[in-house]
């Protein structure tokens, strides 16, 4: 059942429109991800469904009811916020409680529910502390959790984890992932990091100057790119291109379509050949992951031709060193192919691979 509908959704700042018409439904339950690079329109659009930006043209639904002209504390939506918004004189249970004070509960009901909700992220001893006692992962479990105890209909984060470190980002990752499954409730999570858009989201809409670049759950926009924006934007180490020409002069033979203006290969799917390589590479940086290691160089033909200006990124186990020539396999089923627009050609190799994933 959709829960959330954009119609034509328009915003614009004097003559300039940051958002020329948005159109997106959204299902009950869902937990959708904004995703985009800096000043896509992702936060705008997540703070006009908040009511905390006006809507230029167009109109959003939140179950039937359109928003347009509806004051935030009206709409059943409850946002947290990168910054946390905690206030610093108040205990956790008082920020805690605040949104429920303002909107005429008794004491006790506020009581019930902000330990009910206290007990749920794990913040039960916490409550008497200000929040200048507390780290980064429990102040934003106090945004999250006073944000909880409204029970809305509708929640929405607007880079919540940016301020933390990598390895408090990744268990917060889990506990959101957690805490979605749990309250099964609506969510939408606005970021510009790929790698939380895919280990959190149902769906994604991938975002590039207002306009909607593609929708879809993860590994459909991993796979299926609808073009050269979402395949290089989705996915790290960041997909390789190469004009479809300067592959030719290479003289690998890999079938492309006719109407090919540039291909695409992602640096983990491209094998380390063990003889009778089709390109090679001249390794140029070696990046230790661990698990891996990536490559970076300049792509070169087998036949012995000097090494030319095409950049390329390789993700393999095998241990080579700087200057070494890597000997590299492709295959027409890790080939992404794209036109002149950049729009993704569908390969016989797509095709199979879409009818696996299915």
Same mark, same amino acid.
């Given at each position: 059942?959709? *829960?959330?509908?954009?119609?034509?959704? &328009?915003?614009?700042?004097?003559? *300039?429109?940051?958002?020329?018409?948005?159109?997106? +439904?959204?299902?009950?339950?869902?937990?959708?991800?904004?995703?985009?690079?800096?000043?896509?329109?992702?936060?705008?659009?997540?703070?006009?469904?908040?009511?905390?930006?006006?809507? &230029?043209?167009?109109?959003? *639904?939140?179950?039937?009811? +359109?928003?347009?002209?509806?004051?935030?504390?009206?709409?059943?939506?409850?946002?947290?916020?990168?910054?946390?918004?905690?206030?610093?004189?108040?205990?956790?249970?008082?920020?805690?409680?605040?949104?429920?004070?303002?909107?005429?509960?008794?004491?006790?009901?506020?009581?019930?529910?902000?330990?009910?909700?206290?007990?749920?992220?794990?913040?039960?001893?916490?409550?008497?502390?200000?929040?200048?006692?507390?780290?980064?992962?429990?102040?934003?479990?106090?945004?999250?959790?006073?944000?909880?105890?409204?029970?809305?209909?509708?929640?929405?984060?607007?880079?919540?984890?940016?301020?933390?470190?990598?390895?408090?980002?990744?268990?917060?990752?889990?506990?959101?992932?957690?805490?979605?499954?749990?309250?099964?409730?609506?969510?939408?999570?606005?970021?510009?990091?790929?790698?939380?858009?895919? &280990?959190?989201?149902?769906?994604?809409?991938?975002?590039? *100057?207002?306009?909607?670049?593609?929708?879809?759950?993860?590994?459909?926009?991993?796979?299926?790119?609808?073009?050269?924006?979402?395949?290089?934007?989705?996915?790290?180490?960041?997909?390789?291109?190469?004009?479809?020409?300067?592959?030719?002069?290479?003289?690998?033979?890999?079938?492309?379509?006719?109407?090919?203006?540039?291909?695409?290969?992602?640096?983990?799917?491209?094998?380390?050949?063990?003889?009778?390589?089709?390109?090679?590479?001249?390794?140029?940086?070696?990046?230790?992951?661990?698990?891996?290691?990536?490559?970076?160089?300049?792509?070169?033909?087998?036949?012995?031709?000097?090494?030319?200006?095409?950049?390329?990124?390789?993700?393999?186990?095998?241990?080579?060193?700087?200057?070494?020539?890597?000997?590299?396999?492709?295959?027409?089923?890790?080939?992404?192919?794209?036109?002149?627009?950049? &729009?993704?050609?569908?390969?016989?190799? +797509?095709?199979?691979?879409?009818?696996?994933?299915?």
């Amino acid at each position: 059942m959709k *829960q959330l509908e954009l119609k034509n959704v &328009t915003k614009a700042y004097g003559k *300039q429109r940051v958002i020329p018409g948005v159109d997106l +439904s959204i299902e009950q339950g869902e937990f959708v991800v904004f995703v985009g690079p800096s000043g896509c329109g992702k936060s705008t659009l997540l703070r006009m469904v908040a009511g905390l930006e006006s809507v &230029t043209a167009g109109d959003i *639904q939140l179950n039937g009811r +359109s928003l347009n002209g509806v004051y935030p504390s009206e709409r059943e939506v409850a946002m947290v916020f990168q910054s946390y918004a905690l206030y610093p004189h108040l205990t956790v249970e008082k920020n805690m409680a605040f949104p429920l004070r303002m909107a005429g509960l008794s004491k006790a009901e506020t009581l019930a529910k902000v330990h009910k909700t206290a007990e749920k992220l794990q913040l039960g001893a916490l409550l008497k502390r200000l929040p200048s006692e507390l780290s980064g992962g429990q102040r934003q479990r106090v945004a999250i959790g006073r944000a909880i105890v409204r029970d809305p209909a509708l929640f929405l984060f607007d880079e919540p984890l940016s301020n933390l470190d990598a390895k408090l980002r990744g268990e917060m990752r889990l506990y959101l992932k957690q805490l979605h499954q749990q309250l099964g409730r609506t969510m939408i999570y606005v970021t510009h990091d790929q790698v939380e858009a895919m &280990t959190l989201a149902d769906r994604i809409v991938v975002l590039n *100057q207002g306009r909607i670049e593609q929708v879809g759950a993860p590994e459909e926009l991993y796979n299926q790119p609808a073009n050269r924006f979402v395949a290089g934007f989705i996915g790290s180490p960041v997909m390789n291109f190469v004009d479809k020409a300067r592959f030719a002069e290479l003289g690998c033979d890999v079938a492309l379509p006719t109407h090919t203006d540039s291909l695409g290969i992602r640096p983990n799917q491209i094998a380390v050949a063990g003889h009778n390589p089709d390109l090679l590479m001249q390794i140029s940086v070696v990046e230790p992951l661990g698990h891996a290691r990536l490559y970076y160089g300049q792509l070169s033909a087998v036949s012995g031709e000097p090494c030319s200006d095409i950049p390329f990124v390789v993700e393999s186990e095998v241990r080579y060193k700087a200057g070494d020539l890597l000997p590299l396999s492709v295959s027409e089923s890790i080939v992404h192919c794209f036109d002149s627009s950049g &729009t993704r050609i569908e390969t016989l190799g +797509s095709e199979q691979e879409a009818e696996h994933a299915a």
